[in-house]
């Protein structure tokens, strides 16, 4: 059984940093690609990055291009989102998911396999 649990959210000013961690298990971490979403009340669940099995190829949604950064350590079994610039429309539930069959799960939620159960973060202006 695939399990994935985030950790590292908060609330924060508008402006600052936070990172939030998933750490997976369940399956050989480096069989898997990884992407991070997120979910305002009252809105969609939006695409926020995702990364390759092995690190080297990675995505942005528009809105957080250039501010955040995804990234992997197959060696610990964690993909971080690191978080600069924050803004108050940041503020949501964020969550890692998993995909088991494809290099690269690109950003649509429908291609990911497994979800952990989100970690909240608010950002304050």
């Known amino acids: 059984q695939v399990q994935l649990v985030e950790s590292g959210g908060g609330l924060v000013q508008a402006g600052g940093s936070l990172r939030v961690s998933c750490l997976v298990s369940?399956?050989?971490?480096?069989?898997?690609?990884m992407g991070w979403f997120r979910q305002a009340p009252g809105k969609e669940r939006e695409f926020v990055a995702a990364?390759?099995?092995?690190?080297?190829?990675?995505g942005y949604g528009d809105s957080v291009k250039g501010r955040f950064t995804i990234s992997r350590d197959n060696a610990k079994n964690t993909v971080y989102l690191q978080m600069n610039s924050l803004k108050p429309e940041d503020t949501a539930v964020y969550y890692c998911?998993?995909?088991?069959?494809?290099?690269?799960?690109?950003?649509?939620?429908?291609?990911?396999?497994?979800w952990g159960q989100g970690t909240q973060v608010t950002v304050s202006s």
């Open positions: 990364i390759s099995r092995s690190g080297l190829s990675t």
């Open positions: 998911a998993a995909e088991a069959d494809a290099y690269y799960g690109g950003s649509s939620y429908l291609s990911y396999d497994y």
């Open positions: 369940g399956r050989t971490f480096g069989t898997v690609s």
